[in-house]
């Protein structure tokens, strides 16, 4: 049995901020954020990316948001950027139902 009834959201931070550039839109994170928790009655939310110095304002926009931030370092290949963080994601989503703390959970991410 669970400890409490709550719902989680666990995002690819990297590739839902890409999908949507390449669909020619900008997400509001703070209104984002308000939609899926009244749709969903999400507790907590979750947003995997890697980590980059010079965007330390837009992490502390995204947490003032509400969103839990969990860094990857960084890798700079050529000019691309990879912060490969879906083992964390997938970790975090596995140890956080074996501890009990969420028992619903949705993922966000992209195929593209």
Do not use: P
């Not at 550039?21 to 308000?34: P, S, V």
């Not at 948001?65 to 990879?82: P, Q, S």
């Amino acid at each position: 049995m669970f400890l409490n009834s709550k719902i989680n959201i666990y995002i690819d931070g990297a590739n839902l901020h890409k999908s949507a550039k390449e669909l020619g839109f900008r997400i509001d994170y703070r209104r984002f954020r308000i939609w899926l928790s009244q749709k969903y009655n999400v507790e907590s939310f979750y947003l995997f990316m890697g980590y980059i110095e010079q965007n330390a304002k837009t992490y502390e926009y995204l947490m003032g948001c509400g969103f839990n931030i969990i860094f990857k370092k960084t890798l700079f290949i050529g000019h691309d950027t990879k912060g490969n963080c879906d083992a964390e994601l997938v970790l975090k989503i596995v140890s956080d139902f074996y501890e009990k703390l969420y028992n619903k959970c949705y993922l966000l991410f992209s195929n593209r």
